[in-house]
């Protein structure tokens, strides 16, 4: 099973500030990361499809970059809608797997 | 537009079984890949299972492997997850997904409470 470790758990951020957020696969995924947006009681929705390419109708604040092992997602100017927790996740192999999770809260 | 609306979801006691059923609108149903994943309070989202175009071939995660069976109905734009033997591990919002190539769409999902 390909373990994701994602970091930081929590950030508190200022609106038009940039966010990062780290995804470390255990092994090499390739581009194989995804990454989504869950808000508060709502399902996760897609922002970032194999690591870079953004899905349609995400804001373009919203970038990723990496492979293999180790993967970024960027927030360029935070706004206060962004608040919500961000989840990378591998779909190179079965078991699909998740990482633990940002929440990014809006100070 | 695609659309997935879970449902059968509820409380139940351990070792007692539930039926969940996700009906899929806006695209091609048997044209994609499905999955059910859950998310117990507070925790990451985890994988529990999958189903090809056809119904041709399954696989769940180890937790789940010969009490759950993920199921489709084709001709009725329907997925379905047999969960058998409820434990209360396996409390959790419950959600169905698309694939093709990866998940990309998410149903709003339906809480299950497993509870003596």
């Known amino acids: 099973e390909i373990v994701l470790t994602q970091s930081p758990d929590f950030q508190s951020v200022t609106p038009k500030e940039k966010v990062t957020i780290t995804c470390r696969a255990s092994?090499?995924?390739?581009?194989?990361l995804h990454w989504y947006q869950q808000k508060a009681d709502q399902s996760p929705k897609l922002l970032i499809k194999y690591a870079s390419q953004s899905f349609s109708g995400v804001p373009s604040r919203f970038s990723g970059s990496g492979s293999g092992t180790d993967f970024t997602l960027t927030i360029n100017s935070l706004e206060a809608e962004d608040a919500a927790t961000y989840y990378c996740?591998?779909?190179?192999?079965?078991?699909?797997?998740f990482g633990g999770g940002t929440k990014v809260e809006i100070k | 537009q695609v659309h997935l609306v879970e449902s059968g979801g509820g409380v139940v006691q351990p070792g007692t079984s539930l039926r969940l059923s996700c009906g899929a609108s806006?695209?091609?149903?048997?044209?994609?890949?499905m999955h059910w994943v859950r998310q117990a309070p507070g925790k990451r989202l985890e994988w529990v299972a999958v189903?090809?175009?056809?119904?041709?071939?399954?696989d769940y995660i180890d937790s789940v492997r010969g009490r759950f069976s993920i199921s489709r109905d084709n001709s009725k734009n329907t997925l379905f997850l047999q969960m058998n033997s409820l434990r209360e591990d396996d409390t959790a919002v419950y959600y169905c997904a698309r694939e093709l190539g990866l998940i990309d769409y998410w149903g709003q999902g339906t809480p299950v409470t497993v509870s003596s």
């Open positions: 806006g695209f091609t149903f048997s044209s994609y890949v």
């Open positions: 092994q090499s995924i390739g581009n194989g």
């Open positions: 189903i090809l175009y056809d119904g041709s071939n399954v």
């Open positions: 996740h591998q779909s190179s192999s079965l078991p699909f797997t």
